[in-house]
């Protein structure tokens, strides 16, 4: 169907701090866009553009395997939500 999208919802608990706090300051360049409760972040179609990221500063590791895990799912977009349930295969980050 045209204009249907696939989204991986993912926990902020999956991301560093730091991580957040750049995309809450608009540091992070693939933030579509941002709620109260997250983050819409567009996923690159190809593995190869994740030396494109790394080299425009968004070079969290824990960010880029979850851009490989909804790569891999065919997803187009990750929800960063602060209200989704962890899961155990991704690292959770305490702060």
Known sequence: MKN????????????????????????????SMESDFGFLVHVPEKVEHLDELKARGMDCPAYLIIIQFAQDAG????????????????????W
Request: hydrophobic share 35%.
């Open 75 to 94: 997803c187009d977009y990750i929800m960063f939500d602060r209200d989704v349930e962890s899961v155990p295969y991704l690292q959770e980050f305490d």
């Open 4 to 31: 249907v999208r696939k989204f991986y919802d993912c926990s902020t608990a999956h991301l560093p701090r730091e991580t957040v706090e750049k995309m809450e300051a608009g540091l992070w360049p693939s933030v």
